[in-house]
């Protein structure tokens, strides 16, 4: 399902997830065109789109005043082009995403606003099932409780996206989908403002989202996550999460031990397990008690053998629905239990490791093909077949067979 898009980037510190990329000057043997040239001409075939998907929006059912009105003063964006062409090549390790995610200050500035709209987040819990502490962390993570929303023009943000080509099939549908919220009367042109990407208000939905999930909580006949009371959107994103299976009184996930000598390739959030599967292999509670029966639930070690381990439920996968990103679903959950004064994870973690760069990545993946590890590819991305290579190797070299991609191993393969 598609979902709300980069809103956590934006509360997470955009200066730092999005810094600029300026452009490198070179000597040439004769003048070149000019950047302000180059984005003139391209301008022009902004214009000739947007003629061009005017029709395509009325075909869809979008009327000739609402199109006109949203796209006047719309520019090609070039702020927008840059971003989205942008591939990070160095990454955070989930410790330090975390330090951030579910820092002191974001669990104190969670309580702080729970019992400023105490009533109205426990009415949502009332309403859609699902906890106040969880909708209020989704708060947190996506715009640090609506500080952090962004600013651009949600028209011109996608239209960008739509003509600059990458992302089209996204950026077209996501704009019939803003042209319809416009149509609706929810929200004025000036006002649909958000991330680069096109995710609005306080929980960041994309106009997709927006359509499926959003919900008029104050009953004053808008549904407005962009107003500055929050109230429609923490329903709305407590809609999305009921919507998508979230179960009431059910934790994400708890911190557990591993017995000794305990089989890691049985540490896959895929491999979903009774309860009682785990407790029989000797997996305890970090204090020890068993795990007490949440449904069918699944191992996670994101650090490897050397971090926190978690039993993970049904709802760390509703929260993935959310943002696919595991760090992300720790982090909400990690934060929501903050914010019900929970303690911090117990075990540490790898802090003298680093992460792969996404070169290094790739080239970890071409080391792993190389010795006959198949990795189903080289993207420079840590997915279920790259992990698996992983596993295979370090069984084959006497390791311990955790999946874990780290720069010990990269400089062992190497």
Known sequence: MK??????VLALGASQAHAEIRPVVRAEASPQPTGEIVLAQTQSGFEQWKTRFRAKALANGISSQVFDIAFQGVRLNSDVIRLDRRQ?????????YLDTAASDDRANNGRSNYRRLRSTVEAIERTYGVEASV???????ETNYGSVRGSIKTIEALATLAYEGRRRSFGEEQLIAALRILQSGDVAPAKMTGS?????GHTQFIPTSYLAYAQDFNRDGRRDVWAEDPTDALASAANYLRKSGWRLGQPWGLEVRLPAGFNFANADQNLRRPV??????GVRLIN?????NHGDSAILAPAGARG?????FNNFRVIKRYNNATSYAIGVGHLADRINGKQKFQASWPRGDRALSRSEKSELQRLLTARGFNTGGIDG??????IKAIRSYQRSAGLVPDGYASAQLLQRLR
């Open 308 to 312: 926190p381990v978690f039993v993970i």
């Open 135 to 141: 909708v209020v962390a989704i708060w947190g993570m």
């Open 3 to 8: 979902r709300l898009i980069l809103g956590c």
């Open 276 to 281: 009682a599967t785990w407790n029989n292999m």
């Open 196 to 200: 680069w990407a096109g995710a609005m």
């Open 381 to 386: 991305k840590i997915g279920p077949n790259t």
């Open 88 to 96: 990070a090549e160095f990454t955070k390790p989930i410790w330090e």
């Open 288 to 292: 020890g008690q068993p795990i007490p």
